[in-house]
């Protein structure tokens, strides 16, 4: 679990507090703007690994989160446990088999992944999505009802490159782009950045697309494109090392999946994908047990709680992340919701995740820094909608 945000700066003249409540430093916000940009997370090292769990053929879904897979491990409440995960960009029908498009990229032959070209050559890709997820982790004692808390400790870098995809028709302008176009950056890895060209250098910041629990066995085997209460697909950069994820768990085991793995991307994932590469996250599993039943999940970093809403509509996207983010203010700062709402429209900072998986992603940062008692998570008590 995150510890506390830091306290609130005492200052004179700022009128709104009182409206939010006495407990809320509005101050905190602009000192953020004008502060440094800090450093990124380091791995969290004060761990064992329990639990590896490689991406090889029988341990991985190629397009879809399958709540009726055999689990590929069982573990306890607080494990480690790392997981391998493979990028699907290279092995897609629309492009040829991974040897041929990365070495025409220059990628050297042995830098191509092995597993890669295992899942290629025979896992069947009967899913609708493109996504190769590895999973599921059966969590000992969950059950539906339950929170189950994934803590993202650290994220290994499998490969040092990673690809850029637009395809026909698809991304945020599908009139305009109407050919497939695939590139392939190569990272530094000592200086964190990818190469775009011979005067960009872009950050490294590494995250999980696709991080999700097993959906109800009425659902089923899902599409593993569009995100869902679930998680899945849910694309939101930041997301990576120092973060945890709260979700509500649907079925026994909870049944956690994970893949896509991005070294980076920008709000929006405007042309599609983005920097797609393969990726070792460690997580360490929670179990909550009767804890109030949540709806959807929620993220947590240092600074931030994140919530998120999804929809085929933007709109719709935007006004399911606002009741989200009221909820969590409701349940967790007992707000009542007229607070929560002012709150947020002078302090919350929303952000579009994505445009291109289905169903459009809105996520909404609530900043711990302005509560001077901080905003810790509890996860028994982050409840349904307000």
Known sequence: MKAAGALGIATAGVGSSQALGDNIDLSALQEEDGADDEPDEEADDSYDVDTVVESTPENVVWGAIDPTKEPVETVASGDVVQIETISHEGILEDQPDPEEFFTNRGIPEEEILEDQVRVHDEVPHDGGGPHVVTGPVYIEDAEPGDVLEV??????????????????????????????????????????????????????????????VGPTLTTGRVNSVPPGPFGGNIDIQGTGVGTTMYYPVFVEGGLFFTGDGHALQGNGEVDLTALETSLTPTFRFTLHKDAEQMDWPIAETDDDVLVMGVDPDLDNAMEHALREAISLLVHQKDMSPAEAYRFLSLAGDFNVSQIVDINKGIHGKIPKAVFEDGLEIDPQNLGESF
């Not at 109407?178 to 000592?190: A, H, I, K, Y």
């Not at 910041?205 to 696709?210: A, H, K, L, N, V």
């Open 151 to 212: 803590e993202v400790l650290d994220i290994d870098f499998r490969v040092p490159y990673g690809a850029n995809t637009f395809r026909q028709r698809k991304g945020g302008l599908p009139s305009e782009f109407t050919w497939n176009d695939s590139e392939v950056l190569e990272f530094d890895l000592d200086r964190e950045v990818a190469l775009l060209g011979d005067d960009i250098e872009i950050p490294l910041d590494p995250f999980q697309g696709i991080m999700a």
